[in-house]
């Protein structure tokens, strides 16, 4: 999945829905996004996935990608811009006299030419001329300009800022599964590049733990290691205490963010393991 370079993740935590049921609910709020944005083909990457034991689902996680979906979900348009719209201001003169630009050019000379007998005491004209006005002795030129450019204003179409409502509440849910949100995920700034696991049994090895988490490489392959100048198997899962484990995810992806939201808990050799993100 291109999580790494796409940050728009929703995710299901889903208790112990079986992945048909987490299916209908992954695929309603695909077609309730699909008809927002009015895009036929919208098939967002997604991911699913349910732990079992004994043939029984114990945790049920489901991981979707698509910044548009996040976008509307956030209450913006799903190119990530604010929902304004620019609705004409009809208190402006402008619109008054749209039908009829003849008048709308004599009412600004009318007003234009109040302004002028304010400002120029003698030798006024019907028809401004600067060069036969004599300005008083209060004259201010910025004020004149501030002024007339006012009027001018006035004159010319405005519009005014109106918040439309957001396209889609902030979450999902299924009508068939009421109590199962479709949250935002975390951010990979928020949760680190890794994962810590305390109260874990003498009988889990590294390997059973990558084993588990393996799966959430998004890039493939071994990683490149600095201190040790080899190349480990990815994830890097090292021992830290006598029953505290840590996996090492790649800092250029967002691995850990990825696992985290997809198996928070897990099932090795029959305990139960809580994973949290590890600051340092």
């Not at 999902?172 to 928020?190: N, V």
């Amino acid at each position: 999945m291109n999580i790494s370079t796409n940050p728009g993740v929703y995710y299901i935590n889903s208790g112990t829905l079986r992945k048909e049921a987490i299916e209908v609910i992954v695929g309603g709020f695909i077609n309730s996004v699909s008809k927002i944005l009015k895009k036929k083909n919208f098939k967002p990457e997604y991911n699913i996935n349910v732990v079992m034991v004994k043939g029984a689902p114990i945790y049920s996680y489901a991981y979707i990608v698509s910044k548009e979906a996040v976008n509307v979900l956030q209450g913006l348009n799903m190119d990530g811009t604010k929902r304004i719209e620019l609705k004409p201001d009809v208190k402006c003169k402008y619109y008054k006299y749209k039908s009829k630009p003849n008048d709308l050019k004599k009412e600004m000379e009318r007003e234009l030419s109040s302004l002028y007998r304010e400002y120029f005491d003698d030798m006024w004209e019907e028809k401004f001329n600067p060069k036969n006005m004599k300005p008083s002795k209060d004259f201010s030129w910025a004020d004149y300009q501030e002024e007339e450019d006012d009027i001018k204003a006035n004159y010319q179409p405005k519009y005014e800022k109106v918040i439309l409502p957001p396209l889609m509440k902030g979450y999902y849910t299924h009508e068939k599964y009421s109590g199962i949100q479709l949250l935002p995920a975390r951010p990979r700034d928020a949760i680190g590049t890794m994962l810590g696991c305390s109260g874990v049994g003498k009988n889990i090895t590294c390997s059973d733990i990558r084993n588990v988490y393996a799966k959430y490489d998004t890039k493939g392959g071994y990683r490149f290691n600095i201190d040790t100048e080899s190349r480990d198997y990815y994830p890097i899962v090292s021992k830290i205490g006598d029953d505290t484990f840590k996996i090492e995810f790649d800092p250029r992806s967002g691995d850990a963010s990825y696992a985290i939201h997809m198996q928070r808990k897990t099932i090795i050799k029959g305990q139960e393991l809580l994973f949290y993100p590890l600051t340092k």
